[in-house]
């Protein structure tokens, strides 16, 4: 089993910038691959952004391309730096980890961190 932290998210304004951080632990051999996500009031949960390794594969959703990027540090937490925020990227984002399939498909799921962008 992989257990998932999200953190980071909040409120902010269209143009600003938040950072997501999601830690992981347990079963570590299962995080090479990770990837976020996110869902909106009314919508299917749709990829955002995946990583595997240390960022030698990674793939974006065309609508965060240029604005969002993904990351991760040794001690296996993956980051989401998103800029550029706009209004459509309210959503709660979630991370998952153990690709099914690449990039859109995780058998792990984190509890979901609220992100707000106000117009």
């Known amino acids: 089993q992989v257990q998932l932290v999200e953190s980071g998210g909040g409120l902010v304004q269209a143009g600003g910038s938040l950072r997501l951080s999601c830690a992981a632990s347990?079963?570590?051999?299962?995080?090479?691959?990770m990837g976020w996500f996110r869902q909106a009031p009314g919508k299917e949960r749709e990829f955002v952004a995946g990583?595997?390794?240390?960022?030698?594969?990674i793939a974006y959703a065309d609508s965060v391309k240029g604005r969002f990027t993904i990351s991760r540090d040794v001690k296996n937490t993956v980051y989401l730096q998103m800029n550029s925020l706009r209004p459509e990227d309210t959503a709660s984002y979630y991370c998952?980890?153990?690709?099914?399939?690449?990039?859109?498909?995780?058998?792990?799921w984190g509890q979901g961190t609220q992100v707000t962008v106000s117009s």
């Open positions: 347990g079963r570590t051999t299962s995080t090479y691959g």
């Open positions: 990583i595997r390794g240390s960022g030698g594969s």
């Open positions: 998952a980890a153990g690709v099914r399939r690449w990039p859109d498909d995780y058998f792990y």
